[in-house]
Each structure stands twice: as structure tokens, then as C-alpha cells.
């Protein structure tokens, strides 16, 4: 078996372990550091099995392809396959990259796709209702706006 070193390619003996002119670990020739993996081949390498499994369930709708690509990418980092579909009922010219997509993904991998869309705080987590402070006031002011211009139309026909 001949070693090469994976920067300079020189090379080396059986019995070396590091490229005596860069000192970088050296691989087996023709092994997979040589093998420069194209873009697919990096996908399959980081989809784990356990999130490959079961029927396509939609975990998101993204509003437009950009989107819908970085939450497909943020899937991957985590080891979850997941495929795009134009979202039905909006009719949007085939090329143009407007127009809502639904991201989908296996069933086996849903839960753990909507946590990490939920820690990037993509999707809201419906099982925990209203927490947020900031929206519960925003709520009420709206119902006080709501509540204050009826009285002024009141005031204004009386
Ligand atoms: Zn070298």
C-alpha cells in the first residue's frame, strides 16, 4: 500500500504517518481524502437512516425558494433529508423562484426537523400558547385601539 500525503501528494512509505514536507496525516492512495465528493455524495454522507423513513409530511411552508433552500440546509446539518414542493394553489410561473414551497420531510424525521426549525425560530411552537409578554401586550393595545376608535365613531354619530 503507498501513502500519500492528501496536500502535497508525495509519496511515502508504509511505515510513515505524516508527509515528512507538510506534516499533514497521510491516506492510503485512491482512498476516500483523494476522492473529492461531489455535492450529492456530501448530502447522502449526512443524512442519518433514522430520519429517512416513512411517508413525506410537510414540517414547514416556506415563502419562497431561498427560504425553503436554507431550511433544507439547516435540516441536513442535523441529519435530516428533506425534499421541496411548490405549495398547491398559488400559481406562480415555473421560473421564476417566487411563490411559496413546502418543505417535506420523512415521517421518521418530523419531530426532530420541527425542533430544529423551532430553535431557529422558524416555526412558532403552538403547545406553548401565549408566553411572550411582548405580544400578549401588543395584543391588548390593539383591543384598546380597537375599543377607542368605536367610542370615537360613537361620539361622532351621537
Ligand atoms: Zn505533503
Redesign the pocket.
Known amino acids: 500500500m503507498t501513502l500519500v500525503?492528501p496536500?502535497?501528494?508525495?509519496d511515502h512509505a508504509d511505515e510513515e504517518r505524516f508527509?515528512t514536507?507538510?506534516g499533514?496525516p497521510l491516506v492510503p492512495e485512491g482512498g476516500p481524502a483523494e476522492a473529492v465528493l461531489d455535492e450529492r455524495g456530501e448530502r447522502l454522507r449526512k443524512i442519518k437512516k433514522q430520519y429517512s423513513e416513512g411517508e413525506l409530511v410537510r414540517v414547514k411552508v416556506a415563502r419562497q425558494q431561498p427560504e425553503a433552500e436554507f431550511i433544507q440546509s439547516l435540516l441536513l446539518e442535523e441529519g435530516i433529508p428533506s425534499t421541496l414542493r411548490r405549495t398547491r394553489g398559488f400559481d406562480v410561473p415555473e421560473m421564476l423562484a417566487a411563490g411559496p414551497r413546502d418543505v417535506l420531510v420523512p415521517a421518521s424525521g418530523a419531530a426532530a426537523a420541527r425542533e430544529v426549525l423551532l430553535e431557529a425560530e422558524l416555526i412558532d411552537d403552538r403547545t406553548a400558547a401565549p408566553t411572550n409578554p411582548g405580544k400578549v401586550l401588543a395584543g391588548l393595545l390593539a383591543a384598546f385601539a380597537v375599543v377607542g376608535l368605536l367610542i370615537l365613531v360613537v361620539d361622532l354619530l351621537g
Open positions: 500525503c496536500s502535497c501528494g508525495r508527509c514536507q507538510c499533514l
